[in-house]
């Protein structure tokens, strides 16, 4: 409609400028405030074991940060209701020059090799090789962010690994992307191997690697982490978590990866992972270990 009055014409950009602002507002509380009815859903889904069907579209996270909100809900109501302190981090990318996505880890998921895994411990079991590092100094909060070389020299050792996928959804991958990384990255459990401190001797992006799974050779090949270089995810997650309020400290374990997506398994299974001149990593679910 067309007004010809200047007043009618100030009141509908007043009313235009007001709706905008009222968008502008929700969008900024839906990326910032923690989204305390999804994590609600996951905790409860924890919980009960029942797993969410579907998310609704009004609460699903518009960006990475502020599923990363809907991750340090749960984290915290995690630590308190038993599961420890977060030890630890997970983090990946889908190309050398994405950028990276992660999640904490806590005390009651990270276990060391051989660990004796129950078959009910998680509703999927979808493992993946990877490669994990731990550190040696603390890398705090400070006026400029951590570089690759500070870093670096942080650094303990290296570390073979085999990450667990789960989901608090009915099933990997039915929902947004965005719902996966506030569910945790889809972590199950990170089982770590022995560490060698010469590190810096290593090319994880062509390191050889086999799986075993009852003994069988599932996997056999060099390289294939689609994250490329670890140190990138690294640095980044040093500067990432020191914005969420945890910064890496000495004795945090990250682990950077999938080598060979993932393989979804039937239990009982013995899963053995070796990268060369790395330690291998075991663990069972719900098997004893062969002779």
């Given amino acids: ?32 405030a923690p989204d305390e009815h999804l994590a609600s859903l996951l905790l409860d889904a924890r919980r ?7 998310v609704p579209e009004t609460i699903v996270p518009i960006n990475p940060k502020a599923a990363y909100a809907v991750q340090d809900v749960v984290a915290r109501a995690l630590s308190a209701s ?5 030890v630890g981090w ?12 992660c999640a904490p880890l806590h005390r009651a998921t990270v276990f060391e090799s051989g660990h004796d895994l129950s078959p009910s411990f998680c509703r999927f079991h979808g493992v ?35 990450e667990l996928l789960d989901t608090r959804f009915v099933a990997p991958d039915t929902q947004h992307n965005l719902s996966h990384l506030a569910d945790q990255g889809s972590h199950g459990v990170l089982v770590v191997g022995r560490g060698v401190t010469e590190w ?12 075993l799974v009852n003994g069988e050779k599932r ?49 009982p299974a013995e899963i053995c992972v070796a ?5 291998p990593v075991e663990t069972r679910i719900g098997a004893p270990f062969r002779s």
């Avoid at 200047?6 to 950009?13: K, V």
């Avoid at 009960?48 to 579907?54: E, S």
């Avoid at 060099?222 to 980044?236: I, S």
């Fill in 219 to 267: 996997y056999d090949q060099r390289g294939g982490n689609k994250a490329g270089d670890p140190l990138r995810l690294l640095t980044w997650l040093a500067n990432h978590a020191i914005e969420r309020g945890r910064p890496l400290k000495a004795g945090d374990v990250v682990t950077t990866g999938s080598t060979m997506g993932t393989l979804f398994l039937e239990d």
């Fill in 48 to 54: 009960t074991n029942k797993p969410l069907h579907t």
């Fill in 128 to 162: 993946e090789a990877e490669i994990a590092y731990s550190f040696a100094k603390d890398l705090p909060a400070r006026d400029t962010p951590w570089t690759v070389e500070e870093v670096a020299d942080a650094i303990g050792a290296i570390h073979t690994a085999i």
């Fill in 90 to 101: 997970k983090v990946g990318a889908a190309t050398p020059t994405a950028t990276p996505a």
């Fill in 82 to 86: 038993g599961k420890g302190e977060i």
């Fill in 200 to 211: 810096r001797d290593f090319t994880p992006t062509t390191l050889p690697m086999t799986m």
């Fill in 1 to 32: 409609m067309v007004h010809d009055d200047p007043c009618h014409l100030a009141d509908d950009l007043v009313l235009e400028m007001t709706d905008f602002m009222t968008a502008s507002i929700q969008d900024t509380a839906r990326e910032t």
């Fill in 275 to 279: 990268f060369e001149g790395l330690f």
